[in-house]
């Protein structure tokens, strides 16, 4: 029965986490959402999402009580609480990133990699949960590895690779962070439902969790755009020629970059401002490079949470939908050690590829093998099922 429950839910879960690189992807590009500029930051979608995942638990909370679940037993416990509110934060985290991350790249690109953690599991399982570490665990990550970097065999070879097929040093930066937040995310999730009061089922968890991750974000939205003010994060007084060219004057129309090349002048290898800039002006400069996102990470919370294009919103909440789904499905199979399932939930990665590639995507053969090795390895590291029956983690309310 417990590997017939594994089989259904990682079936669900995989559907659900390809949807959301999807959907991400899609809520931005400016193609799929009216051909418009996007005009949404990471940090407004991550709210809108979290937004729709809550709605969507407290439906399920509710049809629970009316069917006859105890009040009592959607409060968790303090202990079980306090991984939830951990969870929530890093969760928030993690979405910021992961809605950063398809403004610029194809979710093929680095899906694969924000999955690094998953060799990590074996030993976080060991530790925690006293569970064995198996030959088939180093052959798998040995794939996994083999897998990670077989797309990059053109670029050893000498082969030259667009700027939009490889990930540049804040793109590698976040999916450090990304992992990071992902292998607590597993690690958490175990322990919360280790922790829970007995009785307390999956979709109070995951309202919890929403809660506290809607918490977090409300204040991310308040807090950064008020410290970015006070510093005039986007009114810089000197700025690289570099770093102006690239990340402001390319993508401004021309009125714009006459307008900013009135006030901004080239000083040997930096761009400097006038002293004399109206407040009017000011203004002006600041709303322009505040649009493009000059400052990588102030731009994550940028914008109001009522945007002008409403299209990305569409796509943001439907990832909320197939979000509630897949927590639902990691908090359900939570009970069981989470590298015995985990590695599973990630087969869709060798799908990604010829899903983006209906997209119009670029997508190399080398790209392909290596999503369906990296796949191989995650699926050959549980595949021993028949030796090692999984159990559940021993809960410590009983």
Same mark, same amino acid.
Not at 60 to 79: D, F, Q, S, T, W
Not at 205 to 216: A, D, Q, Y
Not at 336 to 349: E, K
């Given at each position: 029965m417990?590997?017939?429950?594994?089989?259904?839910?990682?079936?669900?879960?995989n559907g659900a986490l390809g949807g959301q690189y999807i959907l991400k992807w899609m809520g931005n590009q400016p193609e799929f959402v009216g051909n418009q500029p996007?005009?949404?930051?990471?940090?407004?979608?991550?709210?809108?999402?979290?937004?729709?995942?809550? &709605?969507?638990?407290? @439906?399920?909370?509710?049809?629970? %009580? *009316?069917?006859?679940?105890?009040?009592? +037993? #959607?409060?968790?416990?303090?202990?079980?609480? &306090?991984?939830?509110? @951990?969870?929530?934060?890093?969760? %928030? *985290?993690?979405?910021?990133?992961?809605? +950063? #991350?398809?403004?610029?790249?194809?979710?093929?690109?680095?899906a694969p990699y924000v999955n690094v953690y998953l060799v990590m599991l074996p030993f976080f399982g060991k530790i925690l949960f006293n569970a064995s570490i198996r030959k088939e665990h180093w052959i798998g990550i040995s794939l996994v590895v083999i897998g990670l970097a077989v797309p990059h065999i053109p670029r050893i070879l000498g082969d030259s690779i667009s700027a939009s097929e490889t990930l540049d040093f804040t793109a590698i930066i976040w999916v450090i962070i990304i992992n990071c937040c992902l292998c607590s995310q597993q690690v958490l999730n175990n322990k919360t439902v280790q922790l829970a009061v007995k009785g307390v089922g999956?979709?109070?968890?995951?309202?919890?969790?929403?809660?506290?991750?809607?918490?977090?974000?409300?204040?991310?939205?308040?807090?950064?755009?008020l410290i970015g003010s006070i510093i005039d994060i986007n009114f810089p007084q000197n700025v690289s020629v570099e770093k102006f060219e690239r990340r402001v004057l390319s993508f401004v129309n021309e009125s714009d970059k006459t307008f900013l090349l009135s006030y901004y002048e080239k000083s040997g290898d930096e761009y400097v401002i006038n002293k004399n800039v109206s407040l009017e002006s000011e203004e002006k400069i600041k709303t322009i490079i505040s649009d493009v996102g000059y400052n990588r990470f102030f731009s994550l919370f940028d914008g109001s949470i009522i945007p002008e294009n409403w299209w990305p919103i569409f796509f943001v909440v439907l990832a909320g939908l197939t979000g509630y789904i897949y927590s639902f499905g990691f908090f359900k199979l939570s009970k069981?050690?989470?590298?015995?399932?985990?590695?599973?939930?990630?087969?869709?990665?060798a799908v990604l590829p010829f899903v983006m590639f209906l997209f119009g995507k670029?997508?190399?053969?080398?790209?392909?093998?290596?999503?369906?090795v990296t796949s191989i390895g995650l699926i050959v590291g549980v595949s021993d099922h028949k030796h090692h029956k999984v159990e559940e983690i021993e809960k410590k309310n009983k």
């Open positions: 417990e590997l017939i429950l594994l089989i259904g839910w990682l079936m669900i879960i996007v005009g949404v930051s990471p940090g407004v979608m991550t709210w809108w999402r979290e937004l729709s995942k809550l &709605i969507w638990a407290v @439906i399920a909370v509710i049809i629970e %009580v *009316i069917r006859g679940k105890e009040l009592k +037993y #959607l409060m968790p416990g303090a202990a079980s609480m &306090i991984t939830i509110m @951990i969870c929530a934060f890093t969760g %928030v *985290i993690e979405n910021i990133g992961f809605f +950063y #991350l398809p403004k610029y790249y194809s979710p093929h690109l680095y999956p979709n109070a968890l995951v309202m919890w969790r929403e809660i506290w991750k809607m918490t977090f974000i409300w204040s991310a939205l308040i807090i950064f755009p069981f050690a989470a590298h015995y399932w985990v590695p599973y939930t990630n087969i869709w990665l670029e997508v190399t053969t080398f790209q392909v093998i290596g999503a369906v």
